[in-house]
């Protein structure tokens, strides 16, 4: 969501960000991050052609992959390894239900976070 000041341009624009996750013990089952990477796995059928897209290596695209298996009830990404069959990578039904309902959570904060947002915009200082 993007406010800006009442005398418009780019520079002087105030946004609302508002990043949720989802933590277990010590790990982030679910965050924007890992949100995206499960959008991008599901668009590409590839971990490695996800991690590409969105700039990452693999292996931090691995190692991300592995924390949401890990952190739910079931798998949120299936993988088979390359060779000669090819390999790839599939969001499971329950990687697309937590997606789903992740990102109705981030829809919902945003919009409690818009509420407030104009009050904090005109308190801000532009032109610094």
Do not use: C
Not at 61 to 83: E, K, Y
């Amino acid at each position: 969501m993007k406010n800006e000041n009442e005398n418009g341009g780019g520079r002087n624009a105030a946004r609302i960000d508002v990043k949720l996750r989802l933590l277990q013990n010590d790990e982030i089952a679910m965050g924007p991050g890992k949100a995206d990477l499960l959008d991008a796995i599901g668009r590409t059928g590839s971990i490695s052609a996800a991690a590409r897209a969105m700039g990452m290596s693999y292996r931090r695209a691995w190692l991300l992959v592995d924390v949401m298996n890990r952190s739910f009830g079931a798998p949120l990404v299936r993988s088979a390894a390359g060779g000669s069959q090819g390999g790839g990578a599939s969001v499971t039904g329950m990687g697309n239900e937590v997606l789903t309902h992740y990102r109705a959570m981030q829809a919902a904060a945003m919009e409690a976070a818009a509420s407030h947002a104009a009050a904090l915009t005109k308190l801000l200082r532009f032109g610094n």
